[in-house]
């Protein structure tokens, strides 16, 4: 007898909690169905990467990207679909960017080269300058003025084969396109060339955002990336021949700020609509390729996530917005202008996930969190198992849900697989054609079951 | 001084423990850097797949590659190379497959089709008949004789989207290609299109292995394969025009057996020589590509396995050897063979892995083992954590290793990511452009780090 009322006590106390276990379980097995079989994430990044294309903040195409967003969001019939004013700015990569290797009279190599974002124009006749190559700042000092002035400094530390996380060896070596130009200037240089940022030997030259920072105008010098393979090469010549020349021609500029937008859609929650979570990626990509992984894979699975939540008649409790952020990849305006409205309207953010890390199989998600939000966290990670996206790990999120980072606010990044991020970032082949179908869907299905997580047990 | 004394003994016990552990994290780390910055294996992979290419068993490209595998591994200074004789099937694709959907006089599609290996040829003028279109074994049992007589079946059971491991999608779908021919001829059929095995909608066929089983000759009917654009219009054609014709017309051929090898090299174990420790995938491939994922890629992985053994100076306990199967695509002669020359020489196996999943970044492994050994297995998953390839599941091994079955001899099978996989199997997009460099040396040192660890502690 007491055996039994020992079981019904166990019934009584476990049982909602595995009732609810399972219900979780069916919903998530519900949204990765819907998002294999009946999403509009694929057909969404045709249209935008192949119809649209690049578009890079102030451009036409950005202005485009901002009315299809809003045009698509409308068509979900959410409770509100409206645009955020955001002042940006406008670099224009012009009509020609040129580069060869001089070893003699009449002897030169063309090398595929690209503008880096920000940079200023050549003279227009180009810069012929000697070369001093460099893998580092320690590198540059030791050289000193005496050897640099006069010459274009060529920065060639590759990215670190050897770690596992792409994205690591990307920060190990992205000062040298952020900050390369302004500490080569400061010692006299008239140019910059920097290797690409991508792990294989290849042809193209991968684009970026450089920062002259506070360095006055007339002192700013022209900086542009080569290729992997256009590296390897001028290295190789330059270890043969210390006096050859470098040729470089460019005719980008940079224009006054001008106004753009954030597309925002939002459903209302039904019990606690004044808690807002957010889901996002940015609309705006830089102009060599149509921006398929960086980042229009994280524009349609994020507004796969309202998708889904209609077409499966989920009513959130919460409050869950998309946010299409403009202007990632040079200013952060967009996501900085969000944030600061958010803090004037007295919003409540309690949750914020990006995708920026490209459209390949999800693995799982990082998180900005306290021990204790992280905790609650780890205990969802077993409903991501038979989805192989449960590595849930605490770090960095994403650039645009960054300004929202208030010590409360949980911040999280979709985490996909990296290895192949690399071979398309910035670069003219970050097309189309180099996204998979079902490795977009899974991660739109990932991210749009850790969203009902959230939304169903809040923070 | 109980304390002391307790703290010494727990020093000496766990010491050597936590040492161990260090020594082998370090000894893995090494793999990994090596097999990332130093590897063979993208090298070896570009000479097999462009330099001899599609190598289907019992063609001159088999045995070139069978060459190529002994001179390469020969140029490693390992203990032992040597050719094991092996009797494989021969058939021909011919010069032609053509196939049409004709809807009227003078109105005709046409679709893109592919023998599936083993098939007779059509009569020299092509076979032209109606079409009926069926899902299932069950479909056709309910059309019956009368509907089925004189006419192409057309098996259009697409594989599952909703499946996360793509492989088990391909498992509910292959037995349309491999025995829909058969059981289509006892119906009367004249001939079979059978949906290529492929989750994508593009415009390659696929082919793979039918079989006709005891089949009288004079019963066997042609097989090909449709691609998946081709079948969904064939499809809907139907649903327009019951009474339309296909016309499909191919050449191939069965030939008589001819003899081929397996490849196989040895390290010698220093302590344990007796106990062999496999690492192998197969040589032979598809005709229509150059088979870089199916399977060159865990062809180069495994001989990577031992080339890194080498570079590190590692002297295996146990004896490794890499085996190149011949014939894992139509006949598993390669496989069986080795097999029963083990048996017959009294050798004990206590190990096999293969990589026969294509060249993609590996999450983890698989293994056909008892609880006990599968309790010291996951024991190691830990090591694999910082590489991202932990997930250690029970579960098939691979077709070659297969016949080393015995209830005691472990097998275990490498487990990349799935999703992109289809997208080429024996299709003639499976090309060396489809290889990513770091995925497939990832694979590779996830490969040497098991073995590494198999030849530490043994079974």
């Not at 060896?169 to 900050?179: F, L």
């Not at 022209?222 to 050859?244: F, R």
């Not at 609509?273 to 889901?279: L, M, N, R």
Request: one cysteine or more; glycine letters at 10%.
């Amino acid at each position: 007898m007491k055996k039994v009322l020992l079981l019904v006590l166990l019934i009584f106390l476990v049982e909602p909690v595995l009732g609810q276990e399972k219900r979780h379980q069916e919903q998530i097995e519900k949204i990765y169905n819907a998002a294999l079989t009946d999403g509009k994430s694929y057909n969404w990044l045709d249209f935008l990467s192949n119809q649209i294309g690049g578009r890079l903040s102030g451009s036409l195409n950005a202005e485009r990207a901002v009315e299809w967003g809003e045009k698509e969001l409308q068509s979900l019939a959410l409770d509100r679909v409206y645009l955020e004013d955001v002042m940006v700015p406008k670099w224009v990569r012009g009509t020609f960017e040129y580069a060869s290797i001089i070893t003699g009279p009449g002897m030169s190599t063309n090398v595929p080269v690209c503008a880096l974002g920000g940079s200023i124009a050549t003279p227009t006749a180009g810069l012929r300058a000697q070369v001093v190559e460099v893998k580092s700042f320690e590198d540059l000092e030791e050289l000193g003025e005496d050897q640099v002035r006069g010459k274009f400094v060529f920065y060639n530390r590759a990215m670190p084969q050897n770690l596992i996380n792409t994205f690591e060896a990307y920060s190990k070596t992205v000062d040298q396109r952020s900050s390369g130009a302004a500490r080569a200037a400061r010692m006299g240089a008239v140019g910059v060339i920097v290797r690409s940022m991508n792990l294989r030997l290849d042809d193209y030259p991968h684009t970026g955002n450089m920062r002259y920072g506070d360095l006055p105008n007339k002192m700013r010098i022209p900086a542009a990336a080569i290729s992997t393979n256009g590296a390897q090469l001028l290295s190789s010549m330059l270890s043969l021949n210390k006096e050859l020349y470098f040729y470089l021609k460019q005719d980008c500029k940079n224009y006054p700020d001008v106004p753009s937008h954030n597309v925002i859609g939002e459903l209302r929650g039904s019990t606690h609509p004044e808690e807002i979570i957010v889901v996002g990626g940015h609309l705006d990509s830089w102009d060599l390729g149509d921006g398929s992984h960086d980042d229009g894979a994280g524009i349609v699975q994020s507004m796969e996530v309202l998708n889904l939540f209609k077409k499966l008649n989920y009513q959130p409790k919460r409050t869950i917005r998309v946010v299409l952020y403009m202007n990632e990849e040079n200013g952060l305006r967009g996501g900085t202008t969000y944030a600061q409205n958010a803090k004037a309207n007295n919003e409540t953010h309690i949750f914020a996930l990006e995708s920026d890390s490209g459209g390949f199989t999800p693995r799982g998600f990082s998180f900005e969190a306290t021990p204790e939000q992280f905790q609650k966290i780890e205990s969802w990670a077993d409903y991501f198992k038979p989805y192989l996206a449960d590595r849930f790990t605490l770090g960095g999120s994403g650039a645009d849900i960054g300004p929202l980072r208030n010590g409360n606010t949980v911040l999280s990044g979709l985490r996909p697989d990296s290895q192949r991020y690399f071979d398309f970032h910035h670069a003219a082949n970050d097309t189309f054609d180099a996204i998979n179908k079902r490795e977009l869907e899974l991660g739109a299905a990932a991210m749009t079951s850790l969203i009902y997580l959230v939304d169903q047990y809040g923070f």
